[in-house]
């Protein structure tokens, strides 16, 4: 009896030492496999949409590969590998190469300068100074390049940082040495655990518009002539999440606000009010063939259409020396020579230049170019002031992401407000030919450098593409501050044509991690096992015995069957 219970006391004492064993093994093998990350960073990833059913930007998501530091390192395996390249060191050339050649990539992780948003230029560093003066336009013609191309794995943008540009000096490294990283050679591994990205259900707008009424006869006051000030707030850019656009559009939208908050003032007495009504709208899907203005445009009753005298749209005024007035009727036509005979007037006591540029437009076409051309199309007069000479083609300077808060110049802007503001007031007062200046600086009427400043830098840091902003986006809770300083203040919500569909997931975070070599993990492996083993023995031959041990591996005699 006592015999049995020892060795069943025995064979217990093997079960849980067997036990333990294995859950050691599990551990040591799991601590080969996973390590703690060396770095985690947040990265921003590359828009994913459709155009017409054709599909467009990076198609992928989920990255889990090892770390290379270019397209022609010898020995990596590209199809597994994530390519982490400085973004003014990238060859869209060669990358367009890879691309055409249908050569598979693992992915793709481009690194903008720390000090991006202040136009590649360290802090104190002025212009004179030694500095990449072609970064904004390399990273310009970068983000068209991956716009307007369908490529098929995961492309992230992340900010340079201290632990980022350690891994990639050990990269660059490694590569250089001879020694890129692989499954079987170990080095850095990029993880961002997210699922591919799923379509968005619909991909809404927000228009908004106040009111400035004007001086009442005896009519009615909706019968008075009306002046439409507009601009689009909206962005679109490679990075949805970086699309903060300061010049294009977030200029035209402080310049409007500030247009509201001068005028409003004149409007608050009926002594100073004038004979016309001004109309401000916010619209949204600028970048999407202002898709929001033209149904913006298409709920005017049409009694308030045939009152507007013109409109005048205000895009990307923040940094340009001279003005150009873009129009789609002939300069000859009477309302297009008034409106840019009170704008050039006015520029010229301030030194700038007000060029006319005319583009007709193509009915048959449904895209435009500008956002007068919308107006145009209901045949109301319309312009476009902006800095920009010529129109944008499709998806470009629309807020990509080299248009930082350094592209604006607070002083440009408000010198360019201050143009606008007396330009209209001629017109709505009547005093065209008159020296008199309404909005002189230091009087109340004065534009206000740190109201503009705010505006500037509360847009420059929020990204405003339209289908990932939602209807209570707190940019848009922000830009209806426009009911501050007018009245009748209303919001028109929609969807977006059916021409583009857009996928979510704009922004993750990636983990860095270390990762040793195939034979290092075999190695190690390898010397636990055997460790492992040889304290099994050990186990097994101090509780039950060296014959027991023996017996444990010796084939049972067999058994013979008697035969019937």
């Given at each position: 009896?006592?015999?049995m ?8 004492m093997?079960v ?9 093994l ?14 985690v ?7 994913q949409?459709?155009f ?8 992928r ?27 003014d ?22 690194i ?7 136009g590649?230029?360290s ?9 990449d ?6 990273v ?30 050990d ?16 080095g ?6 997210v ?5 968005l259900?619909?991909?809404s ?11 009442k ?7 008075l ?17 970086l699309?903060?656009?300061s ?9 409007l ?8 003032r ?8 004038a004979?016309?009504?001004l ?25 308030v ?7 005048l ?6 940094n ?41 437009i ?5 895209r435009v ?7 145009s199309?209901?045949?109301i ?14 998806l470009?300077?629309v ?14 802007v408000?010198r ?12 709505i ?12 600086d ?9 109201y ?15 289908p ?16 501050v ?6 919001l ?5 044509d ?11 975070q ?23 083993g ?6 097994v ?10 017996g ?13």
């Open positions: 009896m006592r015999r219970m020892a060795k069943k006391g025995s064979d217990r093997v849980v030492s067997m036990q333990a064993l294995v859950a050691l599990c551990v040591v093998a799991a601590y080969i496999e996973i390590c703690d990350a060396a770095a960073v947040d990265v921003y990833r590359m828009i949409y459709d017409q059913g054709t599909p467009f930007g990076s198609r998501a989920v990255v889990n590969h090892h770390a290379s530091s270019g397209l022609s390192v010898p020995g990596s395996d590209l199809s597994r590998t994530i390519v982490i390249l400085p973004i060191k990238v060859n869209v050339t060669l990358l367009n190469e890879y691309l055409q050649s249908r050569k598979m990539l693992g992915g793709l992780l481009l903008l300068p720390r000090n991006f948003e202040n590649g230029k802090s104190g560093e002025s212009d004179s100074e030694d500095s003066g072609d970064q904004p336009s390399d310009a013609a970068l983000e068209q390049w991956l716009i307007h191309n369908n490529i098929p794995y995961p492309v992230y943008f992340a900010y340079s940082d201290e632990r980022i540009d350690s891994v990639l000096k990269v660059q490294f490694n590569d250089a040495a001879g020694r890129p990283a692989t499954a079987s050679t170990g850095y591994k990029l993880v961002v655990p699922s591919d990205a799923k379509k259900p619909s991909a707008y927000t228009n908004i518009q106040g009111w400035l009424w004007g001086l006869g005896d009519g009615d006051i909706a019968g002539p009306t002046i439409a000030i507009v601009a689009s707030y909206d962005t679109f850019g490679a990075a949805p999440a699309a903060v656009g010049d294009s559009n977030g200029s035209g939208v402080v310049a606000l500030e247009l509201a908050r001068l005028f409003s004149l409007y608050a007495n009926s002594k100073t009010r004979p016309y009504n109309l401000f709208g916010l619209t949204s899907g600028g970048p999407f063939n202002y898709n929001g203005t033209a149904r913006w445009l298409r709920g005017f009753d049409q009694r259409r045939e009152n507007i005298d013109y409109a749209c205000l895009n990307s005024i923040g340009a020396d001279n003005m150009r007035l873009h129009v789609s009727k002939p300069p000859e036509n009477l309302f297009i020579k008034q409106i840019y005979d009170n704008i050039a007037d006015v520029a010229k006591d301030f030194g700038v230049t007000v060029e006319v540029k005319h583009k007709k193509n009915i048959s076409n449904s170019a500008w956002e007068h051309e919308q107006f199309r209901h045949r007069t319309a312009a476009t002031l902006s800095g920009l000479e010529t129109a944008p083609s499709f470009d300077r807020g990509g992401i080299a248009d930082r808060r350094y592209s604006v110049n607070d002083t440009v408000a360019n407000i201050k143009i606008v503001a007396e330009s209209l007031a001629k017109h007062y009547g005093l065209e030919g008159k020296n008199i200046e309404v909005f002189a230091g009087s109340s009427l004065a534009v206000s450098p740190p503009v400043k705010l505006w500037l830098d509360l847009l420059s840091r929020t990204p405003r593409v339209a990932f902003l939602g209807k209570n986006a707190p940019i848009i809770a922000a830009i209806q501050k426009l009911a300083h007018t009245k009748d203040v209303s028109q919500h929609d969807n977006l059916g021409t583009f569909l857009f996928y979510d997931t704009i922004k993750a990636l983990s860095i991690y270390q990762v040793a070599s195939v034979t290092f993990d075999l190695f190690i492996m390898l010397a636990v096992g055997s460790y492992l040889i304290l099994f023995l050990v186990l031959i101090t509780t039950k015995g060296f014959d027991d041990l023996v444990a591996f010796r084939r049972p005699p067999s058994r013979k069957l008697k035969g019937n």
